[in-house]
T-cell receptor, first 115, second 109 residues
């Protein structure tokens, strides 16, 4: 079964440094999501793309976070500068559509630790 | 304030016991999904319920959507150690998928 690919799997960085995460969704999935998940809690949506366009970034801390999906396929999420509170799992997900009948397929995430 | 409240947050039981996890909200959702997440991995979809009052069964797991489409429950019969994980409910509202905070289940042999 096709999977959502994410890299790196783990990232340790010092505060004030820049970090970037990459996601390659399932082929043909137009909708791509970036979620942040603090240990033991549910994922929180950071940004949602429909093809190359951002459809929801209301919860993205835009002073330090940016996301792009230039060709409507893979996507990059960047944090600059990283803060201690950014330590979390960053999950990418994709779906064929964006309605209730389009389940999300998640990657295995990038575990970020900011020291 | 969580839009979707899950209870209990933590559950530790012995193999063979039954359990129920609840997902409650004051809002109406067009559908509700249940995911299971193992440590170090992403959530995996278990089921989607769409119609108020709907009941779906997946082997030993039974999912129910409330009549008013504001709440849902997951019942596991004869739990096994392989059921251990974080169970997440997620509701679709206004085109967005909103997650509850999860129920951490531990099944001891």
């Amino acid at each position: 079964e096709a999977e959502v690919a994410q890299s790196p799997r783990y990232k340790i960085t010092e505060k004030s440094q820049a970090v970037a995460f990459w996601c390659d969704p399932i082929s043909g999935h137009a909708t791509l999501y970036w979620y942040r998940q603090i240990l033991g809690q549910g994922p929180e949506l950071l940004v949602q793309f429909q093809d190359e366009s951002v459809v929801d970034d209301s919860q993205l801390p835009k002073d330090r976070f940016s996301a792009e999906r230039l060709k409507g396929v893979d996507s990059t999420l960047k944090i600059q500068p990283a803060e201690l509170g950014d330590s979390a799992m960053y999950l990418c997900a994709s779906s064929f559509g964006s309605g209730r009948n389009s389940p999300l397929h998640f990657g295995n995430g990038t575990r970020l630790t900011v020291t | 304030t969580q839009l979707l409240e899950q209870s209990p947050q933590f559950l530790s039981i012995q193999e063979g016991e039954n359990l129920t996890v609840y997902c409650n909200s004051s809002s109406v959702f067009s559908s509700l999904q249940w995911y299971r997440q193992e440590p170090g991995e992403g959530p995996v979809l278990l089921v989607t319920v769409v119609t108020g009052g709907e009941v779906k069964k997946l082997k030993r797991l039974t999912f129910q959507f409330g009549d008013a489409r504001k709440d849902s429950s997951l019942h596991i019969t004869a739990a096994q150690p392989g059921d251990t994980g974080l169970y997440l409910c997620a509701g679709v509202k206004g085109g967005k998928l909103i997650f509850g905070q999860g129920t951490e289940l531990s099944v001891k042999p």
